[in-house]
């Protein structure tokens, strides 16, 4: 089994930054992917990024290329999601999440762990 805990969420204006910060603990090597996925009122859920931890490359969903960056630690056990000139529309619930998948950015329902997740209000 693998936790996952975030933190750094918080209230920011339109046009500044935020780093969410998530740490795994318990089986760290059951898995090849750790990412991201939020959510926001009466919306759907929505993948956001992932990076992989064998060959380290990252997938990012079109709302958020070139404004977020995901980065994991050597260890593969920290996932930092460095967010920059947020847009209200970027308000919503953000999940840290950890599974396998096949190096594409995950749909959300296709990882196996997730954490309780942190708020990220833009305004």
């Known amino acids: 089994h693998v936790q996952l805990v975030e933190s750094g969420g918080g209230s920011v204006q339109a046009g500044g930054s935020l780093r969410l910060t998530c740490a795994a603990s318990?089986?760290?090597?059951?898995?090849?992917?750790m990412g991201w996925f939020r959510q926001a009122p009466g919306k759907e859920r929505e993948g956001v990024a992932a990076r992989y931890t064998g060959d380290d490359k990252a997938y990012y969903a079109d709302s958020v290329k070139g404004r977020f960056t995901i980065s994991l630690n050597n260890a593969k056990n920290t996932a930092i999601l460095e967010m920059g000139n947020l847009k209200p529309e970027d308000t919503a619930m953000y999940y840290c999440?950890?599974?396998?998948?096949?190096?594409?950015?995950?749909?959300?329902?296709?990882?196996?762990?997730r954490g309780q997740g942190t708020q990220v209000t833009v305004s």
């Open positions: 318990g089986r760290t090597d059951s898995y090849n992917v």
């Open positions: 999440a950890a599974g396998n998948s096949d190096f594409t950015l995950p749909e959300p329902y296709e990882y196996a762990y």
